[in-house]
């Protein structure tokens, strides 16, 4: 057995409770450890003179406290100030206890890291790790730079450094351990390190390593890994890719009746582009493999009724659909569409939300599977396994980035017949650059709405500061005199849905007070979903003239008369997500504007990237400028599940390895496919399960 496949308990210091808490991480057996690599390094090999520090900057210092004092007033908190014979610099803490009160006297020589930071009474230093120096000759700096991890809570880093430092030990005395999976050929050509020598390399860099190559990602041992790692993902999307071709899947012929029906309904034309896909798909639909299809389209280019022809097809073959939204929100504007739109069809359709409680849940799920209910719209919950279907052929999945590829691909189960497999149609208006499309839906075929509805015109856009609030409040007061709608939509302040939420209130008590002749309301993610969708159809029937939400209304929310959005604070959102917030508006014949209303001041690349949105209403274009200025996680935005988390891979910085790793994916494709599952093991730990699927 190799010792890397083995509980990470057998190894000293790794108690039940720390072995739990690795869990949390992905980290099981010690390979996962090896593969567990630093997010980025500390600088501890030199020690900075405190007049040279700068904000910003984080650096090892030494000095001798001058004074140590309690703030009187204000937040608690214990004040020392250090100097040398450069400079002085404060440190802060807020947490304290009296022995550290006590032992930081005067004249102590102490050494710190940590980040500085401007206060009004010049640089400090807030919780630095210090020690304290009773010897002067101590030495303090370190010789290699020191890995900081990723962690999780009641972890800490030195409990991870102590693993991972006996992991690399294993490896080192039995390198057999770490199979080298990428053949010699390609390292060669790449110039790479061995396996074992980048991962000790990324672990404990050596002197010839700066900081700055590895935060710029040029040192080889990365680039090694980073190839590595996404050779894997691209190796596991073309093996599910390959599993789903054998797959059998019901044709659907169509039914001309039902589908003039359908279009006569509609209150408008399609679109040549709308009707190009929906060609696509009724082609992909009358084969007897399962449709892997990925529509995309900016925000208002008319996705929804493509994915409702589809639905057609499916039912008038006498199969379910499925239809599956990231929010609430969207669920219910689905249901209301689809239920509107087969309204003259022989069938239900089903709306699961969580809220359906007792007997109402009972007897929609009773029509899945008795397969009265053709069409079964919801957020997740679909994935339940409560959730049994009488004769499920086709899978909506909207607003795709939102979901993982796990979740799109086992929703797929719940249609398993045998070999057979429901379709899928799944549709996104994040356009996403090839790079990421390469990766995360290489086992999906394209089709693009690349034409809006007409008589759309762009969303004239300005960038203003919040001094300027009571002008945009004004300008409020005069829209809803002309009877139009307003958004004014509410940022995150943190990480933190419920703060989001409580700005939202306030905001909205505020408005209502400023504005008496305007009908306020309120919508954001903690309402129930009754009360959102009395909100949103309140809004829609123009009983409401400005609708205060949280980025709730961020996809798919359709309110054509809504023509002006005020969005807070944009800086703290990627531009992707803007884009979509602002494609609420502009939906109707009349003009619209979006107010991105910052809070001064910006930094430059915050104003370069609000100036992007200002000039452009094409989402590729705003989603390749903003990869350039930030990089793929957050132009995904954190909160976006959909999006590939890479251990070491970074989709900007490594895009240049993406044409040598489809050449490598091939090749090992063919003449390794014994090592397509332990690298998944190795880099996707269990959450490869999907490749399985
Ligand atoms: P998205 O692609 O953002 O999901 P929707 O499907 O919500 O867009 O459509 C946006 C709006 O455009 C809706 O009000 C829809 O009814 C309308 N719409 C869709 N197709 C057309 C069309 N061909 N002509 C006019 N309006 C359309
Ligand atoms: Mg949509």
Redesign the pocket.
Known sequence: MNQLNVSVTQLTGIGAQTAQRLEKLGIRVIQDLVFHLPIRYEDRTRVAPIGSLMAGMTALILGRVEFIDVLPRGRKGLVCRISDDTGSISLKFFHFNAHQHNSLKPGTLISCFAEIRHSYAGLEMTHPDYQILFNPETPITETRLTPVYPLTEGLSQTTIRKAVKQALTLCENQAELLIDWIPETILKKQAYPSLADAIQTLHAPDESVTLTALENGTVPALKRLAFEELLTHQLSMQKAKNKAKAWRAPSFYGDDAANALFLNNLP????GA?QRVIAEIAEDCLSTHPMMRLVQ?D???????VAAYAALLALSAGYQVAVMAPTELLAEQHNRNFSHWFKGFQTQVVYLTGQLKGNARKAALQSLVDGSAGIIVGTHALFQDSVNFHKLGLIIIDEQHRFGVHQRMALREKGQQDDSRPHQLV?T?TPIPRTLAMLQYSDLDISI?DEL??GRKPVVTCVIPSERRQEVIDRIEHWVEKKFQVYWVCTLIEESEVLECEAAEKTAEQLTITLPKVRVALIHGRMKSADKDAVMQAFKNHDIDLLVATTVIEV?V?V?NASLMVIENPERLGLSQLHQLR?RVG?GDNDSYCLLMYQSPLSLTAKQRLGILRDSSDGFVIAEKDLELRGPGELMGTRQTGAVHFKIADLARDADLLDAVQLAGAQLYNESPHAIQPLCDRWLGTSTDYAEV
């Open positions: 408008f034309k399609l679109t709308q389209g925000v208002g280019s008319g996705k929804t009724i549709m208006a709405i509805p007409p798919g359709d054509p494609g939906r």
